[in-house]
């Protein structure tokens, strides 16, 4: 998630943008650390934010869902 306070504090006007730049490096690294185990994954960016906020207990506005990951074992063929 996204807490705006925190990110206008350390980013300022920028913080949308760069908010956005750094999930996705925070993704590539779990990416690169779940196939280092043998693992899989799965970046997801659209889905139902409404639904997602509920679920991560957030209120979609001061706090919101911007980026997950679903990790997994994959299936042998």
């Known amino acids: 998630t996204m807490v705006k306070s925190r990110c206008i504090q350390k980013y300022g006007s920028l913080s949308y943008m760069l908010s956005f730049v750094e ?3 925070r993704g590539q690294n779990i990416s ?4 280092a185990f043998g693992m899989g994954c799965c970046s997801m960016g659209s889905t ?3 639904k997602l906020n509920t679920l991560l207990a957030v209120d979609g506005v001061n706090e919101h869902y911007i980026y997950s990951i679903a990790l997994g074992v994959p299936l042998k063929n």
């Open 32 to 35: 690169l650390c779940v196939n």
């Open 48 to 50: 139902n934010y409404d």
């Open 23 to 25: 999930a996705g490096h």
